[in-house]
Protein backbone atom coordinates (compact mmCIF):
# COMPACT_ATOMS: atom_id res chain seq x y z
CA UNK A 1 0.00 0.00 0.00
CA UNK A 2 0.90 3.70 -0.56
CA UNK A 3 0.02 7.29 1.06
CA UNK A 4 -1.06 10.26 -1.27
CA UNK A 5 -1.39 13.42 -0.14
CA UNK A 6 -4.56 15.24 -2.26
CA UNK A 7 -4.64 18.99 -2.02
CA UNK A 8 -7.79 20.32 -3.36
CA UNK A 9 -10.01 23.41 -3.26
CA UNK A 10 -13.11 23.32 -2.11
CA UNK A 11 -15.14 26.70 -3.24
CA UNK A 12 -18.54 27.38 -4.75
CA UNK A 13 -21.70 25.63 -3.73
CA UNK A 14 -19.29 22.86 -1.79
CA UNK A 15 -18.30 25.18 0.95
CA UNK A 16 -21.95 24.57 2.21
CA UNK A 17 -20.48 20.98 2.93
CA UNK A 18 -19.45 19.74 6.13
CA UNK A 19 -16.15 17.88 7.05
CA UNK A 20 -17.60 14.16 6.83
CA UNK A 21 -19.11 15.54 3.53
CA UNK A 22 -16.32 16.32 2.38
CA UNK A 23 -14.33 13.39 3.09
CA UNK A 24 -17.08 11.33 1.25
CA UNK A 25 -16.96 13.95 -1.51
CA UNK A 26 -13.08 12.86 -1.86
CA UNK A 27 -13.87 9.06 -1.69
CA UNK A 28 -17.14 9.26 -4.30
CA UNK A 29 -14.87 11.23 -6.19
CA UNK A 30 -11.93 8.38 -6.65
CA UNK A 31 -14.58 6.05 -7.32
CA UNK A 32 -15.86 7.80 -10.44
CA UNK A 33 -12.65 8.13 -11.49
CA UNK A 34 -11.77 4.03 -11.35
CA UNK A 35 -8.75 5.29 -8.82
CA UNK A 36 -9.05 2.58 -5.98
CA UNK A 37 -8.99 3.52 -2.00
CA UNK A 38 -7.32 0.68 0.32
CA UNK A 39 -9.83 -0.20 2.59
CA UNK A 40 -9.32 -1.16 6.75
CA UNK A 41 -9.94 -4.54 8.00
CA UNK A 42 -12.47 -5.58 10.10
CA UNK A 43 -16.29 -7.00 9.79
CA UNK A 44 -17.25 -3.34 8.10
CA UNK A 45 -14.02 -2.20 6.02
CA UNK A 46 -13.53 1.41 5.48
CA UNK A 47 -11.93 3.39 2.81
CA UNK A 48 -8.72 4.53 4.37
CA UNK A 49 -8.59 8.78 3.90
CA UNK A 50 -8.75 11.32 6.56
CA UNK A 51 -8.78 15.13 6.56
CA UNK A 52 -6.11 17.07 8.82
CA UNK A 53 -8.34 19.84 9.63
CA UNK A 54 -11.83 20.60 9.19
CA UNK A 55 -12.65 23.11 6.80
CA UNK A 56 -16.00 25.62 8.64
CA UNK A 57 -19.71 25.46 6.55
CA UNK A 58 -19.64 28.03 4.63
CA UNK A 59 -15.76 28.81 4.36
CA UNK A 60 -14.08 27.84 1.10
CA UNK A 61 -10.62 26.27 0.80
CA UNK A 62 -8.10 27.53 -1.38
CA UNK A 63 -5.30 24.57 -0.50
CA UNK A 64 -6.72 21.88 1.74
CA UNK A 65 -5.20 18.53 2.21
CA UNK A 66 -6.44 14.72 2.29
CA UNK A 67 -4.33 12.17 3.10
CA UNK A 68 -5.28 8.48 1.10
CA UNK A 69 -4.06 5.75 1.52
CA UNK A 70 -4.30 3.64 -2.23
CA UNK A 71 -3.08 0.52 -3.34
CA UNK A 72 0.63 -0.48 -4.74
CA UNK A 73 1.18 0.41 -8.05
CA UNK A 74 -1.66 2.75 -8.32
CA UNK A 75 -0.34 5.47 -10.53
CA UNK A 76 -0.34 9.09 -9.38
CA UNK A 77 0.74 10.71 -12.68
CA UNK A 78 -0.57 14.07 -14.00
CA UNK A 79 -3.39 11.50 -15.56
CA UNK A 80 -4.35 10.35 -12.58
CA UNK A 81 -5.49 14.01 -11.28
CA UNK A 82 -6.94 14.97 -14.84
CA UNK A 83 -8.93 12.08 -14.35
CA UNK A 84 -9.65 13.30 -10.47
CA UNK A 85 -10.61 16.72 -11.59
CA UNK A 86 -13.12 15.45 -14.37
CA UNK A 87 -14.99 12.90 -11.92
CA UNK A 88 -15.43 15.40 -8.84
CA UNK A 89 -18.08 17.29 -8.39
CA UNK A 90 -19.02 21.12 -8.75
CA UNK A 91 -16.80 23.67 -6.74
CA UNK A 92 -14.39 20.59 -5.46
CA UNK A 93 -11.27 20.27 -7.15
CA UNK A 94 -8.10 18.08 -6.55
CA UNK A 95 -4.96 20.11 -7.23
CA UNK A 96 -2.40 18.11 -6.97
CA UNK A 97 -1.06 14.69 -6.01
CA UNK A 98 1.73 13.97 -3.79
CA UNK A 99 3.10 10.40 -2.68
CA UNK A 100 4.40 9.80 0.56
CA UNK A 101 5.58 6.45 0.53
CA UNK A 102 4.17 3.40 2.84
CA UNK A 103 4.22 5.34 6.03
CA UNK A 104 1.11 6.51 7.30
CA UNK A 105 1.62 10.19 7.51
CA UNK A 106 0.10 11.91 9.68
CA UNK A 107 0.83 16.19 8.95
CA UNK A 108 -0.55 18.30 11.99
CA UNK A 109 -1.43 22.37 11.41
CA UNK A 110 1.04 24.95 12.81
CA UNK A 111 -1.00 27.83 11.44
CA UNK A 112 -4.11 28.32 8.98
CA UNK A 113 -4.69 31.53 6.88
CA UNK A 114 -8.00 33.04 6.54
CA UNK A 115 -9.46 36.22 4.83
CA UNK A 116 -13.23 37.61 5.02
CA UNK A 117 -15.10 40.72 4.22
CA UNK A 118 -16.42 42.63 7.16
CA UNK A 119 -19.70 45.07 6.26
CA UNK A 120 -19.46 48.58 8.01
CA UNK A 121 -17.86 51.92 8.32
CA UNK A 122 -14.32 50.93 6.88
CA UNK A 123 -12.43 54.04 9.10
CA UNK A 124 -13.84 52.35 12.25
CA UNK A 125 -12.90 48.91 11.44
CA UNK A 126 -9.13 50.19 10.40
CA UNK A 127 -9.11 51.71 13.83
CA UNK A 128 -10.13 48.59 15.72
CA UNK A 129 -7.87 46.18 13.62
CA UNK A 130 -5.12 48.76 14.79
CA UNK A 131 -6.05 48.45 18.49
CA UNK A 132 -5.88 44.62 18.10
CA UNK A 133 -2.47 44.55 16.59
CA UNK A 134 -0.99 47.04 19.14
CA UNK A 135 -2.72 45.55 22.10
CA UNK A 136 -0.60 43.34 24.51
CA UNK A 137 -3.71 40.66 24.63
CA UNK A 138 -6.89 40.14 23.82
CA UNK A 139 -9.09 38.19 26.44
CA UNK A 140 -12.17 36.70 25.23
CA UNK A 141 -14.85 34.15 26.60
CA UNK A 142 -15.29 31.15 25.02
CA UNK A 143 -18.77 29.66 26.21
CA UNK A 144 -19.15 25.51 25.63
CA UNK A 145 -20.85 22.33 27.26
CA UNK A 146 -18.34 22.08 29.38
CA UNK A 147 -17.82 25.29 30.75
CA UNK A 148 -16.38 28.99 30.22
CA UNK A 149 -13.15 29.12 28.86
CA UNK A 150 -11.05 32.92 28.90
CA UNK A 151 -9.58 33.06 25.86
CA UNK A 152 -6.63 35.25 24.84
CA UNK A 153 -7.15 35.97 21.07
CA UNK A 154 -3.10 37.19 20.86
CA UNK A 155 -1.42 33.67 21.68
CA UNK A 156 -3.45 32.23 18.83
CA UNK A 157 -3.84 34.83 16.08
CA UNK A 158 -1.30 36.89 14.72
CA UNK A 159 -1.58 40.40 13.69
CA UNK A 160 -4.41 41.44 11.18
CA UNK A 161 -4.46 43.36 7.55
CA UNK A 162 -7.14 45.10 6.59
CA UNK A 163 -7.81 46.45 2.99
CA UNK A 164 -11.04 48.52 2.78
CA UNK A 165 -13.03 47.39 0.07
CA UNK A 166 -16.85 48.13 -1.07
CA UNK A 167 -19.15 48.14 1.73
CA UNK A 168 -16.52 46.73 4.34
CA UNK A 169 -13.25 45.91 4.82
CA UNK A 170 -11.39 42.81 4.12
CA UNK A 171 -9.20 40.99 6.67
CA UNK A 172 -6.60 38.29 6.50
CA UNK A 173 -4.90 36.73 9.49
CA UNK A 174 -3.42 33.95 10.97
CA UNK A 175 -4.49 31.22 13.05
CA UNK A 176 -1.96 29.17 15.04
CA UNK A 177 -2.77 25.49 16.33
CA UNK A 178 -1.12 25.02 19.73
CA UNK A 179 -1.00 21.95 21.87
CA UNK A 180 -4.13 23.43 23.59
CA UNK A 181 -6.12 24.00 20.68
CA UNK A 182 -6.85 27.03 18.30
CA UNK A 183 -9.15 30.17 17.93
CA UNK A 184 -11.75 30.37 15.74
CA UNK A 185 -11.95 33.09 12.84
CA UNK A 186 -15.13 34.11 14.02
CA UNK A 187 -14.10 35.02 17.29
CA UNK A 188 -11.66 37.50 16.28
CA UNK A 189 -14.14 38.56 13.64
CA UNK A 190 -16.32 39.17 16.56
CA UNK A 191 -13.86 41.13 19.02
CA UNK A 192 -12.84 43.31 15.65
CA UNK A 193 -16.91 44.09 15.05
CA UNK A 194 -16.98 44.85 18.80
CA UNK A 195 -14.74 47.25 18.79
CA UNK A 196 -15.58 48.59 15.71
CA UNK A 197 -19.28 48.80 16.83
CA UNK A 198 -20.00 47.04 13.72
CA UNK A 199 -22.26 44.10 13.11
CA UNK A 200 -19.95 40.78 13.31
CA UNK A 201 -21.29 39.83 9.85
CA UNK A 202 -18.45 37.99 8.01
CA UNK A 203 -18.95 36.93 4.20
CA UNK A 204 -16.60 35.04 2.14
CA UNK A 205 -14.55 33.36 4.40
CA UNK A 206 -11.74 31.69 2.86
CA UNK A 207 -8.80 29.43 4.21
CA UNK A 208 -6.09 30.36 1.97
CA UNK A 209 -2.99 28.05 3.05
CA UNK A 210 -2.41 25.84 6.46
CA UNK A 211 1.36 25.73 7.51
CA UNK A 212 1.85 21.88 8.30
CA UNK A 213 4.16 19.93 10.74
CA UNK A 214 5.14 16.14 10.49
CA UNK A 215 4.81 16.38 6.28
CA UNK A 216 6.59 13.44 4.84
CA UNK A 217 9.05 13.91 2.00
CA UNK A 218 6.72 13.69 -1.03
CA UNK A 219 7.41 13.04 -4.78
CA UNK A 220 4.37 15.12 -6.76
CA UNK A 221 2.56 13.59 -9.46
CA UNK A 222 5.16 15.14 -11.96
CA UNK A 223 8.23 13.20 -10.33
CA UNK A 224 9.72 16.34 -8.97
CA UNK A 225 10.65 15.61 -5.05
CA UNK A 226 8.70 18.51 -2.68
Known amino acids: ?5 VSFARRGPARYLS ?17 PIALSQGMRPKPRLSLPLPLPVGAEGCDELAVVEVPDGTAA ?3 TLRVLRGASPSGFEPLRIEVAGERHPRPQALEAVYACLLDGDAGAIAAAVERYNE ?8 VSPKGTRRLDLKEYAGSIAATPVDGGTRLEFAI ?17 AEWAEVE ?10 IVWKDMPPAVTAGGGRS
Open 1 to 5: MSWWL
Open 135 to 142: SEDAVRER
Open 19 to 35: HLDTARVVQRTFARAHV
Open 77 to 79: GTG
Open 200 to 209: PAMRGLQRLR
Open 176 to 192: RHRSDGAARPQELVDLI
